[in-house]
């Protein structure tokens, strides 16, 4: 491994001490004035600088101090809403600046200048500003006003803006990180720069914050999109998921026109874990909302293995002024194997206000959406565990409870799939809501809507913590008899025993 890829990920790892994996402990942790970030000196996020404080949403900057040059920054913390119900933004810069607010890509200086959200007063919402600069020998600048019932714009100020001393001290060790870095590669590892470390590891997993989530890389190259929500999918997914070769397994997102299968766009994205009720609140057909409230600590990055970790609230309404029905916390890990990429769900949901009730659909649980070549109307396979196979005919594998359920077949001459292994720790185990048009839902909820047996809605009370687990692994090969799903089950288990 070379000294700066060692630096960066010995400063993750400080990073994740720093930020303890709780909510609560996140939210009673003491917060600063304004927005904290990094100034870099390039316009792509790379070469850490400086530390810097935005204490309000309206900046000049000169070029005596340093921004007479290329360079970029992005700062993070809350915004609190200063009132409820429709709350109006615009922003001026003279270059590309973005603003993003509880998962949302909301504004643009070059697209989307002016925008909206609902907000609940003295509510905080996650609040991600970047401004990158081209060219040099110029002056900066940056301006977001906000305007409501009975107030006219006005420039968002430090009153309204906030930032934990936690996050503060994780970015200060980045900064540190690349400060000691000297550019030397004294170990002689990854010297051609494409990802790999050089060790028995695996190629390094690495997270790039953008405004709609984070862009995962194995190997320098890229794996997938996670979004923390999107216009029109206003719930947490991951999409263009890609195996190690690069080819993309999960549905191209969005389908393209003439090529691709146009149903069910929107609440088959590509990979994503939600429910059809929660209190009779509808997260799987997008009539709720699910708030990204926060990442939990830094994304770690490493040889071989990522993890990040969220907070996310289920709400009662579409947007964001509704009601919290549930919490959740959901650390992904991300595992690069030769032959497949492994992709792990540990999900825990609480609520300290009421008791959760979880109805009986057949949209529940952990869902993928494949190709669409390999459909099983198009020639693609859906096999489970115990032999069973596709969505209708003698032994078919839809409502039938198994280890594993895997959907895959041939594409452009390589064989692709994805096998979706239900954590073993669950309350029960998952049947297998399958469609011939590219899906699998690993569904413990639905007892009589796909099991066919009797209604049995789960209960979880006030106060208790349920945990849902899931892996999905992610492969191509030459032909099928390459692929070894009950191997790569195995290597599920053992992450999670």
Not at 142 to 167: D, F, H, I, P, R
Not at 217 to 246: D, E, L, Q, W
Request: hydrophobic share 35%; net charge negative; proline share 4%.
């Amino acid at each position: 491994m070379n000294k700066k890829a060692m630096l960066i990920v010995v400063a993750l790892a400080v990073v994740s001490i720093m930020v303890p994996f709780s909510a609560d402990a996140g939210a009673a942790e003491a917060t600063k004035t304004g927005l904290v970030g990094i100034q870099y000196g390039s316009e792509d996020f790379t070469d850490a600088e400086d530390l810097q404080i935005l204490y309000s949403l309206e900046q000049n900057w000169d070029q005596q101090s340093g921004h007479g040059r290329q360079w970029s920054g992005k700062w993070e913390g809350s915004i609190i809403a200063p009132a409820t119900g429709d709350i109006n933004f615009t922003i001026e810069a003279d270059q590309d600046a973005k603003v993003g607010i509880a998962g949302k890509a909301l504004l643009s200086s070059q697209s989307t200048t002016a925008a909206g959200m609902k907000m609940v007063k003295g509510r905080k919402y996650p609040i991600v500003v970047t401004y990158v600069k081209e060219g040099s020998e110029y002056e900066c600048n940056m301006k977001v006003q906000w305007s409501w019932a009975g107030q006219e714009a006005t420039t968002v100020g430090n009153e309204n803006l906030v930032y934990s001393a936690a996050k503060e001290a994780a970015l200060d060790v980045i900064v540190q990180a690349s400060d000691d870095d000297d550019g030397d590669d004294d170990d002689g590892d990854d010297e051609d720069g494409d990802g790999e470390d050089g060790d028995d590891d695996g190629p390094v997993v690495g997270f790039k914050y953008v405004p709609t989530g984070l862009q995962i890389t194995i190997g320098g190259k890229p794996f997938a999109s996670y979004y923390t929500a999107s216009t029109k999918i206003p719930r947490p997914y991951f999409a263009n998921v890609k195996s190690p070769s690069g080819v993309q397994v999960s549905r191209n997102h969005p389908p393209i026109e003439g090529k691709d299968s146009p149903d069910h766009d929107t609440y088959h994205p590509g990979i994503w874990l939600t429910f059809a009720g929660i209190n009779g609140n509808d997260y799987w057909r997008l009539k709720q909302r699910t708030e990204h409230e926060m990442y939990i600590g830094t994304p770690k990055s490493g040889p071989g293995k990522g993890t990040f970790t969220v907070s996310n609230f289920y709400l009662d309404s579409i947007d964001t002024s509704g009601n919290r029905i549930a919490h959740e916390v959901c650390k992904y890990t991300i595992l690069a194997r030769p032959n497949y990429n492994l992709l792990i769900y540990d999900s825990t949901i609480s609520s300290d206000e009421h008791e959760l009730r979880f109805g009986d659909d057949e949209e529940y649980g952990l869902g993928i959406r494949v190709q669409t070549p390999i459909e099983e109307r198009y020639g693609g396979q859906i096999l489970n565990a115990d032999g069973l196979k596709g969505e209708k005919g003698p032994n078919n594998a839809y409502g039938k409870a198994s280890d594993w359920c895997d959907y895959s077949g041939m594409m452009n001459g390589t064989y692709i799939g994805m096998t979706v292994m239900p954590d073993p720790k669950n309350f029960r185990r998952s049947w297998y809501h399958v469609r011939d048009y590219g899906l699998i839902a690993a569904n413990m909820f639905g007892s009589k809507k796909v099991a066919g047996l009797e209604r049995n809605d789960i209960k979880v009370a006030k106060g208790e913590k349920f945990h849902l687990g899931f892996g999905v692994a992610i492969y191509s090969a030459p032909d099928q008899s390459k692929v070894d799903r009950n191997a790569m089950y195995k290597d599920y288990l053992k992450q999670v025993k």
